[in-house]
């Protein structure tokens, strides 16, 4: 096998479904070179930042742009590194990286069909977990227009012939209508570096 030199890079996206993403990197049936997979965080902590932030993004009245959910770095890597354990370089890698920026991560290493791009993916959560989840819920019926807004009463999402307009609903009395399992977003950085 002939070794390739090419110079390392990193490209840092915003993803905006990170459950699907978590699973694109990381499932054996969708990726053909798969070397190995590690994280910080069991994957239902992935479906509960989703979640969160897509909450959060509804909930600010966001007219236009997606709602970021986590943030992915690709990583590439000098072939040379294929010569080492693919679980050891990866979790010493990803471990690192979760301890040095204090965030939860899971990452996965592959080849490109080619074989010729040696790299990691890790997608990292900008947000800390809360010590205990805070739950609330509605102490009476609330009404929302089209555009997620808050409104004081039923009759301001109703069309002409009382029905409840598309776009608008109704969160029952006694029904949750904010959860949080995380912190607000953090500034990713230490010492001043920033990982992109």
């Known amino acids: 096998m002939t070794l390739i030199t090419r110079h390392s890079f990193i490209r840092m996206t915003k993803l905006t479904d990170v459950r699907g993403r978590v699973d694109y990197i990381s499932n054996p049936k969708r990726q053909e070179h798969l070397y190995a997979v590690w994280g910080t965080a069991k994957p239902e902590y992935w479906e509960y930042l989703s979640r969160q932030a897509q909450f959060e993004f509804w909930r600010s009245n966001q ?14 890597l000098p072939e040379s590194l294929q010569s080492k354990d693919p679980e050891k370089l990866l979790q010493l890698f990803a471990a690192t990286f979760s301890m040095e920026y204090g965030v939860d991560c899971v990452a996965a290493l592959h080849h490109n069909k080619a074989m010729t791009n040696y790299h990691i ?12 989840t ?4 509605a102490s009476r019926n609330m009404f929302y227009d089209e555009n997620g807004r808050h409104v004081r009463t039923k009759k301001e999402i109703l069309d002409e012939d ?21 912190s607000g977003r953090k500034e990713i950085s230490a010492g001043g570096r920033d990982p992109a």
Do not use: M, N, S
């Open 63 to 76: 007219k236009t742009g997606k709602c970021i959910e986590a943030r992915e770095l690709i990583i590439a």
């Open 121 to 132: 993916h890790l997608i990292f959560a900008d947000r800390e977990p809360l010590e205990k």
């Open 134 to 137: 805070e739950v609330r819920y």
């Open 162 to 182: 009382g029905q409840v307009r598309p776009g608008c609903r109704i969160l029952a009395k006694g029904e949750i209508y904010d959860v949080k399992w995380f």
